[in-house]
């Protein structure tokens, strides 16, 4: 049983993605509920935060107070039966409440407690854990945008996806040492520390390489081409990463020789000639609309694809049959996009609704009643 004491988006995606795969998860809100209750627009058709429902399937929702005595002893009751914890408060916030992790392992010796902070638990323990802050002091937004433009955020909490992934990640393996030692313990994770993984060759490149990346619109700072092109009606993602790929594409576009071109013979050629090279190659693509050269590289295994909307992806990968879209809750279920893990013998759950604020407060306080009773297992 996983005690869900988190609210937002990391702690609850990773939670989301266990409740899909089978634990129990008991989502605990504040009287006032998850912010993201009241993050709209957009909202569903049955008026409900899309931001909400997107992270919190799968799970049962109970309100309790923790400055009211009796609902602090339910919220220690449940700790003490979780076998999992997870917590996104500020380093140290659920100390005055014996909600921290020593409190809780005193009272449960296996709980695998998962803390989620934005800066860590040292020197940042006391800034807050906004993914848009942490976008912009990982560097990201350095990166993104414009080489003569400012910075932007990405379309999405990328950090907070990544922690949670993160977290869901050291959970299963603190469960695997759990069962082979019988040791529970306390995993944490930070969205500043998944931003420093996360960058990966851009953070490398600082680490390893000395070099301090900058904005560079769509290009890659490796690779070329790589990047949106146009052709005689809109962009075209071209990825030719490696020398073979290069040689099929310019073999399509017709200009067969420039693969022989000593100055873009090899990739790095290619990337640091991009400015000579890139209008040759755009003078052939504006010949032919997207979809023609969509089809054509497709055919000789050359990456490519057109800047979809949202709808359109999702349209898309229903094509591929991904079957992107999965229906949620018994009963009057409502559309979701599915658990991204496809198994050969078992399958992700979705029977349980986003719950409304505190829609099994009554059978789960009467549980956890009887629980205190009992004292810890």
Not at 188 to 211: C, D, F
Not at 280 to 288: A, G, H, P, S
Request: glycine share 10%.
């Amino acid at each position: 049983m996983v005690a869900d004491f988190s609210r937002v988006l990391a702690g609850p995606y990773a939670t989301m993605l266990l409740a899909d795969l089978g634990a129990e998860v008991i989502k605990v809100e504040s009287p006032g509920g998850d912010d993201t209750r009241s993050w709209v627009p957009p909202v569903s058709a049955a008026g409900v935060s899309t931001y909400y429902s997107a992270i919190n399937r799968n799970k049962k929702s109970i309100v309790l107070n923790f400055t009211n005595s009796e609902d602090l002893a339910l919220a220690q009751a449940l700790a003490s039966r979780a076998d999992i914890m997870v917590e996104n408060f500020k380093p140290g916030g659920l100390r005055r409440f014996g909600l921290d992790y020593d409190a809780v392992r005193r009272r449960n010796g296996g709980v695998i407690y998962c803390s989620i902070s934005g800066f860590g638990t040292a020197g940042g323990a006391s800034l807050p854990g906004y993914d848009l802050i942490v976008q912009a002091m990982s560097g990201l937004m350095s990166l993104t945008g414009d080489a003569d433009g400012p910075a932007y955020r990405a379309g999405i909490s990328v950090f907070d996806v990544m922690a949670g992934l993160h977290s869901a990640i050291g959970i299963l393996a603190a469960l695997r040492h759990r069962d082979r030692t019988g040791e529970g313990q306390h995993v944490e994770t930070s969205l500043l520390a998944s931003a420093m993984s996360g960058l990966v060759n851009q953070t490398s490149a600082y680490v390893t390489g000395g070099v301090t990346p900058t904005r560079m619109g769509n290009a890659h700072p490796s690779l070329f081409p790589y990047e949106p092109l146009p052709t005689a009606d809109v962009d075209l993602v071209i990825a030719a990463g490696n020398d073979a790929q290069f040689r099929r594409l310019v073999e399509v576009l017709g200009i067969p020789g420039l693969a022989d071109d000593v100055r873009f013979a090899r990739n790095a050629d290619r990337t640091r000639r991009r400015e000579e090279l890139r209008p040759l190659l755009i003078d052939r693509l504006k010949t032919q609309p997207a979809a023609h050269w969509f089809e054509k590289l497709n055919e000789v295994g050359v990456p490519n694809g057109p800047i979809n909307s949202i709808a359109q992806g999702v349209e898309y990968a229903q094509e591929l049959g991904l079957e992107p879209v999965v229906q949620v809750g018994k009963g009057n279920p409502a559309p979701g996009i599915r658990n991204p893990i496809t198994f050969s013998t078992i399958t992700p759950r979705y029977d349980i609704a986003p719950p409304e604020l505190g829609q099994h407060s009554h059978e789960l306080r009467d549980w956890l009643s009887t629980a205190l009773t009992q004292g810890p297992r």
